[in-house]
Structures are given as C-alpha cells and as structure tokens.
Nanobody, 113 residues
Framework: QVHLVESGGDLVQTGGSLRLSCAASGISVASNAMAWYRQAPGKQRVLVATITFTGKGFYADAVKGRFTISRNNDTNTLYLEMNNLEPEDTAMYYC???????WGQGTQVTVSS
C-alpha cells in the first residue's frame, strides 16, 4: 500500500524560500514518476512539477526557474524546493505517485505580500 506524507509548508514573506518534503512508503521514489500539485482556495488542483523515473524534472510555466523537484533515493523522499515565492504560490501542496494515483494529505504554503 502506497503512503505519502507531505511536510514543510509554512507562512513566508514574498521572496522567501521553502522546501517541501514527501516521505514515501510502499513505493520506491527512485523508480517511480512522481509529481507535486497545488490547490488554492476555490480553485482546481493544478500540476506544479513532475519528475520521471530517470530523474528528469518538468515544470509548470508559473514556477519554472523558481521551483526544483528532486528526490533522495536513500531516504525515499520527494522534494520541492521553492524560491522567490510569490503570493500567487499560496496553496495546499500535494505529492502524487503517478503510477498508483496515490496522494498525500497535503501541506499548506502561505506567502504574505
């Protein structure tokens, strides 16, 4: 059974940085394609970044150049490094195992102006 637990969300000021973590069990992040999504209040959940099983990252235009998706195979953890945060980045962030379509419970990121 796949189990994903996100952490690292916080309240930060515009221009700040955060690193989100997604601890995985039941799967190996080293061999799975995984993704980060976000959902702002009253809006649909949208794709932020994807990492392929080969480790290549793909990004939504809104975060390209500011966010970096990565993984640690030893700790079986997915990361999302977020820099130069903007108020528009405020949302609940979720990680997903694409193969099983499993989701974590989310972690809240709030960026104040």
């Amino acid at each position: 059974q796949v189990h994903l637990v996100e952490s690292g969300g916080d309240l930060v000021q515009t221009g700040g940085s955060l690193r989100l973590s997604c601890a995985a069990s039941g799967i190996s992040v080293a061999s799975n394609a995984m993704a980060w999504y976000r959902q702002a209040p009253g809006k649909q959940r949208v794709l932020v970044a994807t990492i392929t099983f080969t480790g290549k990252g793909f990004y939504a235009d809104a975060v390209k150049g500011r966010f970096t998706i990565s993984r640690n195979n030893d700790t079986n953890t997915l990361y999302l490094e977020m820099n130069n945060l903007e108020p528009e980045d405020t949302a609940m962030y979720y990680c997903q195992d694409i193969r099983s379509n499993s989701w974590g419970q989310g972690t809240q990121v709030t960026v104040s102006s």
